[in-house]
């Protein structure tokens, strides 16, 4: 282990014997009391020196026996600690990958904030080369979300839709305009590789993505076109994501309103078929206005502001690596969304309902899936103040102090 206290959290020292690391409420610490020596020393840890070297500087510097450990330790404990040399055998290959790491280093460095253990960070990163995501649609919000994906280092991320680009399909970071006419799923792939950091890790022919729902995908994100489809998602264009248990993410921008979720775990949280009970429960005519709106053919461009669209892709993206990073984001079990002028962000519940066959609801009587494991840490991290509450209580009273 090369420790490095992590660069991404900006240092400063509260009063004499205080540091307090990061600015903002969501992952700042503070660390006390720290001597001046122990805080002179934490510029060694800058992950150049293996722990042997570090005990040496230590005994130069006239630090107590153990006092080495013991600090290396407790940042680790509070997770404020990296390993320059961590992650794992991906981690190796991506570090060797120079000019990919270094396109993706601010990400490397947001990742660092939201793992705790030395070395998670880059092997995080390093697994969403591993992974497969298919986007199903590539207007403005699905080419423009696909590219982000591909920028952020996920390795495989497939675009499906069918059609020509037309003229108002063209957005900044999505389908440029010199491919109106072409092929839409064709275009919004060049898209991708064009945002992409590096090649993609996996180019096997036979990997390659062939039936909806090709049980292969780690997520499947859809992002209709159609502003009924985004509205009223339709649960039978779910049914093979559903069926294979393929987690998978609705987005897209209908009328002012930019939507992101519901994030589903198939049986397990809030699907488009519970949203629907749920909203046929609320008003018995949705059903009958649903069956009219799918039925109208509209023939004239549909409402999608450039910029609704781009942070609703934005969102959206961020909350598929959320969830391809481990976590389960806020979208599961919700559908958050923004309409103009006001752009105010809120979610909407989209609970488990009895009548839908997924059965998510019964599932739902029992433990609830972001009780436990790797879930349960997101929630404390999306709860930062009961995250330092948890941090806290592991290590000696008095002797580290969270700040909230
Ligand atoms: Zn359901």
Redesign the pocket.
Request: with cysteine; charged share 0%.
């Given at each position: 282990m090369h420790p490095m206290v992590k660069p991404a959290l900006r240092r400063g020292w509260r009063d004499l014997n205080t540091v307090q690391f990061g600015m903002t409420p969501a992952h700042a610490m503070t660390l006390g009391p720290m001597d001046l020596a122990s805080g002179s020393f934490l510029d060694l840890l800058n992950g150049t020196r293996g722990l042997e070297l570090l005990r040496e500087e230590g005994r130069r510097m006239d630090l107590p026996d153990g006092h080495v450990d013991k600090l290396v330790r407790g940042l680790a404990e509070a997770g404020l600690l990296d390993d320059a040399r961590g992650g794992g055998p991906a981690a190796d290959t991506l570090r060797r990958k120079k000019e990919v790491l270094d396109r993706l280093r601010p990400d490397l460095a947001s990742l660092s904030l939201t793992t705790s253990a030395p070395g998670d960070a880059i092997g995080r990163l390093a697994a969403r080369r591993s992974q497969r995501v298919q986007v199903r649609g590539a207007g403005r919000v699905g080419a423009v979300l696909a590219s982000l994906l591909a920028g952020a280092g996920v390795g495989e991320v497939d675009v499906r839709d069918v059609g020509r680009v037309e003229p108002w399909d063209v957005a900044p970071g999505g389908l440029p305009a010199e491919a109106v006419g072409d092929r839409r799923d064709e275009a919004a792939r060049r898209a991708v590789r064009r945002a992409a950091p590096g090649r993609s890790p996996r180019r096997a022919p036979a990997q390659a993505p062939s039936e909806e729902g090709d049980p292969g995908f780690s997520l499947v994100i859809i992002a209709p076109r159609d502003d009924v489809a985004v509205h009223a998602p339709d649960p039978s264009a779910a049914e093979s994501v559903m069926s294979s248990g393929t987690p998978h993410l609705y987005a897209g921008v209908v009328e002012g309103t930019g939507v992101v979720g519901p994030f589903v775990l198939p049986g397990e949280t809030?699907?488009?078929?519970?949203l629907h009970e749920s909203r046929t429960d609320r008003d018995p005519a949705w059903p009958r206005l649903v069956a009219q709106w799918r039925s109208g053919r509209q023939r004239q461009v549909r409402p999608c502001d450039l910029t609704l669209a781009t942070t609703t892709a934005g969102l959206a993206a961020a909350h598929a690596l959320a969830f391809l990073d481990g976590r389960v984001p806020s979208s599961a079990g919700a559908r958050w969304e923004v309409s103009v002028p006001a752009l105010h962000w809120h979610a909407r519940p989209v609970w488990?309902?009895p009548a839908?066959?997924?059965a998510?609801a019964e599932r739902g009587k029992g433990e609830h899936p972001s009780q436990d494991g790797e879930s349960h840490e997101t929630m404390a991290v999306q709860r930062p103040s009961e995250r330092c509450r948890e941090a806290e209580a592991e290590r000696p009273a008095g002797t580290w102090r969270a700040h909230v």
């Open positions: 809030g699907c488009a078929g519970c488990p309902h839908c066959p997924c998510a």
